[in-house]
């Protein structure tokens, strides 16, 4: 099934807005099996509108178009989609009355130029928005390969996606049926260079139908096992070939985050953190953790034999920048093992990211029963430091 989607709006192509939605939209149709194959950006014209409608309409099974349905002079996307597809623009009494009662509860009058928004085009089936005066609405219209399914949707980011959810997402699984175009399947690393894995993992062919993709996901390298109509069994030989060659370095797999999954093997226990050179980046990976202790201290020790934590629970400790590095402390029931670690990157705020995940990948390594520390390609390890109470 092809899908495109269409952006409105002179502010997106000027760059003064980005366009999440299209962003956010094209993930979650990655996420839900179908690849979106084109996106276009439109300005305010009527005729340049008209003209996108009409080009995807030729091509695609379904359009999703975005903004343009408020009710200022410059939002044209209905207009366009009336003389697109020859369904002069009719008033819908329902969704008038509808825009009318919302002012209503409001206590205000509704405005006249909020009456546009319930001229629509003819043929359409109107899409419910809850939040908002500006409802969606579908189009259907005979293409070259059967029939093309176009949803209209406002451009405000928080009514887009409660109308993809509740409206548009259920038709477009419905008219897909059991058939799905795309898997994917997720891959985190963290140790090693996009670069090195493209040496590891490019040199021989995916299988017909297999692609790898790489997103850079700081302090991750996400690697995207993408099947276009491709079978379990050949994803499955992938999936089995690229773990081979990614294991050293992989901290998680599938759709949560790897920090998340951490914090999921870790519950319920409690956890106590204790933050200097990551500068609260640790915190913001685990704050939504019920059973957790923070603090911050920007005197905590340089040198990991100096570096202290309590002798009860588990704890993660990342000291303060020295000659050596950032010491970084593990305490499990009065057993301390502890690295420091040299990181090389131009910009502080990674470092404090990639300080922040090694620390919680000791954390992972501790939980699966892995030697807790691990051996990273990007990192520079200048110390260690194995310890019990008994020492």
Known sequence: MRIEIISTGDEIVTGLVVDTNAAWLSALLLEQGWQVSRRVTVGDSLSDIKQALQESAH???????????????????????ALAFDQPLALFPEWLATIEARYASRGRAMAHSNAKQAWLP??????????????????????????CQLFFTPGVPFEFKQMVHEQVLPRIKQ?????????????????????ALSDKLDQAPWPPGIELGYRSAMPFIELKLIGHGATFADMDAAQARLLAEIHPWLVGQGDLAPTQQILALLAPRPLTLYEGASRGALLAYCHDYPALEAHFCHTLAADLDQLSSPANGLSLTIGTAGPAGVPLLLGVDGVWIGQTLAVSHPDPESVRHILAFAALDMLRRHLQGLPILADYQTLVRTAERHQDATD
């Not at 997720?186 to 670069?195: D, M, N």
């Open 122 to 147: 003819t043929a359409c089936a109107i899409l419910d928005n809850p939040v908002g005066t500006a409802c969606g609405f579908v189009v259907h219209h005979p293409a070259s390969h059967g029939q």
């Open 175 to 195: 008219r897909a049926g059991a058939h799905v175009d795309t898997e994917l399947r997720r891959f985190y690393t963290f140790g090693i260079a996009e670069s």
């Open 59 to 81: 091509r695609a099974d379904v359009v999703v178009v975005c903004g343009g349905l408020g009710p200022t002079a410059d939002d044209l996307t209905a207009a366009a989609a």
